[in-house]
T-cell receptor
Framework: AAGVIQSPRHLIKEKRETATLKCYPIPRHDTVYWYQQGPGQDPQFLIS???????DKGSIPDRFSAQQFSDYHSELNMSSLELGDSALYFC?????????????FGSGTRLTVV | KQEVTQIPAALSVPEGENLVLNCSFT??????LQWFRQDPGKGLTSLLL?????REQTSGRLNASLDKSSGRSTLYIAASQPGDSATYLCAVVQETSGSRLTFGEGTQLTVNP
C-alpha cells in the first residue's frame, strides 16, 4: 500500500540557512499535516492543509512557511535556521472526512542545524 | 486547551507479561483517539484507532479501550515480546480542533528477554 513519502530523510544545514522539506501524501488523502518532534518530546502540530488551503495553524514560527500544491504534495520552508530547529519533522495525511479514519505518518525528515 | 497525559512514562517488564498503558485527556469532546508506536529516531506507526462512539478496538495482541466521558483510554498488550520495545503514544482529535492531533508524551516500553 502507498505510504506518506517525505524527502529528504536527513538534512544538515548551518545556522541562518534555509531548508525545504517535502511531503507526498497518500493518493486521495485530502488533508496534510506537519509536526515537529524535538529530542525526547512528543510531536507538536505546526500547520495543516485541506484541499490545498491552509486549514489550521499551530506553534509554527514566523520563519517557517508551508504550502500545498495542485498535485497535493506539500512543502515546509524554513528560513534563518536556528540550532533549536534541529528536530524530526513529520508529515501526515488523512482521507476524507478529515481525521475520521485516522492519520498515516511519513518516516520523517531529521533536520540538524549546526 | 486539550492536554493528554500518559502513565507511566517508562515501563520495563519481562517477556511474556501482559501490560497496560494509560492515557488520559482533559477535554472529553474528542472526535477519535489513536495509539501509535515509535521506535527510536523513526516514524510513527499507527496501531489502533478508536472513534468517539466506540468502546474498544483490537488488533492481534493489542486491545485499546476508550471511556470518553471519563477522558481515559488504555492500551493492553498481551504476552509481551522484546520486539514490542518502543515508545507508545496516544493522540486525540478534538471535535473543534480542525482535525489536528494532540499527543501525550508517550510511554517508553522495554520488554526484557
Amino acid at each position: 500500500a502507498a505510504g506518506v513519502i517525505q524527502s529528504p530523510r536527513h538534512l544538515i544545514k548551518e545556522k541562518r540557512e534555509t531548508a525545504t522539506l517535502k511531503c507526498y501524501p497518500i493518493p486521495r488523502h485530502d488533508t496534510v499535516y506537519w509536526y515537529q518532534q524535538g529530542p525526547g518530546q512528543d510531536p507538536q502540530f505546526l500547520i495543516s492543509f485541506y484541499e490545498k488551503m491552509q486549514s489550521d495553524k499551530g506553534s509554527i514560527p514566523d520563519r517557517f512557511s508551508a504550502q500545498q500544491f495542485s498535485d497535493y504534495h506539500s512543502e515546509l520552508n524554513m528560513s534563518s535556521l536556528e540550532l533549536g530547529d534541529s528536530a524530526l519533522y513529520f508529515c501526515a495525511s488523512s482521507p476524507p472526512p478529515r481525521g475520521y479514519y485516522g492519520y498515516t505518518f511519513g518516516s520523517g525528515t531529521r533536520l540538524t542545524v549546526v | 486547551k486539550q492536554e493528554v497525559t500518559q502513565i507511566p512514562a517508562a515501563l520495563s517488564v519481562p517477556e511474556g507479561e501482559n501490560l497496560v498503558l494509560n492515557c488520559s485527556f482533559t477535554d472529553s469532546a474528542i472526535y477519535n483517539l489513536q495509539w501509535f508506536r515509535q521506535d527510536p529516531g523513526k516514524g510513527l506507526t499507527s496501531l489502533l484507532l478508536i472513534q468517539s462512539s466506540q468502546r474498544e478496538q483490537t488488533s492481534g495482541r493489542l486491545n485499546a479501550s476508550l471511556d470518553k466521558s471519563s477522558g481515559r483510554s488504555t492500551l493492553y498488550i498481551a504476552a509481551s515480546q522484546p520486539g514490542d520495545s518502543a515508545t507508545y503514544l496516544c493522540a486525540v482529535v478534538q471535535e473543534t480542533s480542525g482535525s489536528r492531533l494532540t499527543f501525550g508524551e508517550g510511554t517508553q516500553l522495554t520488554v526484557n528477554p
